[in-house]
């Protein structure tokens, strides 16, 4: 006889991230009109629903019929919390319990959400906190629009008085977004999407350490901004700090950054230079001369960025006289170049702070420590505990 214990529950098909293609198709697949789909995406992310009792013009037996095959599934908010300067961070819980950081930074004029694509990271950029818990998996595309929809629906709705807040994305928080090339286009192109966000292509921004063979194949699925982690201005320093820069070196990167724009429609696009300065080590007037060089008649402006100290991280950030040179050496060879100021820092929300995971890991092996410390022949045990 044949067990009979496990009867197969039908999954439920996320509809939080999926392309706007695959949700008609969806649709047309339950007998319906492609129009739905744009029903569907209007109550899921400008509304912010997560359930179909609530889309009031999808008549009740679709509602059903929704309900019975499909789910609208964001993952958790675990923590959020209000700097004093009105930054905002979310750790966001994702399946299978590990968590990653969102950072949402207001300024005059616009609101930038800084997005996670992966728990963790593989490529271990020397001054990286996320890069120190190593990698642990991608996220989904549900899981990347998911960090938007949480921070939109914080807000409020537009129809409830709230104004649009965020009116910028970055996929600058935990992870290396071309490493999870296809949910992370699935989900900027829906950021760009005017029944989803509708945020302008020129405000959607890629970060990259220089993934060159997946930047080559940007431009075929993708019309977003781009920014490059360069960091050095030279092959020797780069691969001390970005250790990726090994097999990907600076001229390739450049030229791979270069033919992105290159096939654009839109020609006035530059890419953005994000430079972390760390004190003694790539902040000196000799690097400011040669990344001048570097970057003479290169479509580019240049993000300084001072670095953010983390515990046992090795590096110091740079006072302000040596940013303020560093900054005119670059101005006065005519390029194009902005300091970024540090938010959000009374709750660890900067640049390369977040470490969502490494919480959790922590707590970890304190519990082992503990455990260990009780009774020292169940190391193996103990450690194996969740
Ligand atoms: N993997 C992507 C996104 C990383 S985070 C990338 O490398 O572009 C966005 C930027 O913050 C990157 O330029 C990264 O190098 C920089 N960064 C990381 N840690 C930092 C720190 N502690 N202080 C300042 N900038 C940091």
Not at 106 to 112: F, I, K, N, Q
Request: aromatic fraction near 6%; charge should be positive.
């Amino acid at each position: 006889m044949i067990a009979t214990d496990s009867v197969a529950v039908p999954r439920r098909v996320n509809l939080l991230g999926m392309p706007a293609v695959e949700l008609e198709a969806f649709m047309v697949g339950l007998g319906e009109k492609p129009y739905r789909a744009r029903q569907l995406l209007k109550w899921i992310y400008h509304q912010g629903v997560d359930s179909f009792d609530s889309m009031s013009d999808v008549g009740k037996s679709l509602r059903e019929r929704l309900a019975d095959c499909a789910e609208i599934r964001a993952p958790e908010v675990a923590q959020e919390q209000i700097s004093a300067d009105g930054t905002r961070k979310w750790l966001v819980r994702v399946t299978g319990g590990s968590c990653v950081e969102t950072v949402f930074i207001p300024e005059d004029g616009r609101g930038t959400l800084c997005v996670s694509s992966q728990v963790g990271c593989a490529l271990d950029c020397s001054f990286c906190s996320t890069g120190k818990q190593g990698f642990q998996r991608d996220l989904s595309a549900a899981e990347i629009i998911g960090q938007v929809w949480i921070a939109a629906r914080s807000f409020g709705l537009p129809k409830k008085g709230g104004q649009r807040r965020i009116t910028n994305v970055v996929m600058m928080g935990m992870g290396e977004p071309l490493l999870n090339f296809d949910n992370v286009v699935a989900a900027m192109n829906l950021m760009m999407d005017d029944y989803v966000y509708g945020i302008s292509k020129r405000r959607v921004t890629l970060s990259t350490a220089g993934v060159v063979p997946a930047l080559e194949r940007l431009a075929a699925v993708s019309e977003a901004s781009l920014a490059i982690s360069l960091h050095a201005p030279n092959d020797e320093l780069r691969s001390q700090l970005v250790p990726v820069n090994r097999r990907y070196p600076i001229r390739e990167l450049l030229d791979a950054a270069r033919r992105y724009l290159q096939a654009q429609s839109d020609t006035k696009r530059v890419v953005t230079i994000e430079y972390t300065l760390l004190s003694e080590v790539n902040d000196r007037p000799e690097h400011a001369r040669e990344l001048a060089r570097l970057l003479a008649d290169y479509p580019c402006k240049i993000n300084l960025i001072p670095f953010n100290p983390f515990p046992h991280s090795g590096y110091r950030r740079p006072g302000r006289n040596a940013v303020s040179r560093f900054w005119n050496i670059l101005t006065e060879a005519g390029l194009r170049v902005t300091v970024r100021s540090t938010r959000g820092e009374d709750i660890d929300a900067a640049c390369g702070q977040l470490v969502g995971q490494v919480q959790d890991r922590t707590r970890r092996s304190e519990r082992h420590r503990a455990a260990t410390r009780q009774h020292p022949s169940v190391t193996a045990d103990a450690s194996s505990r969740p």
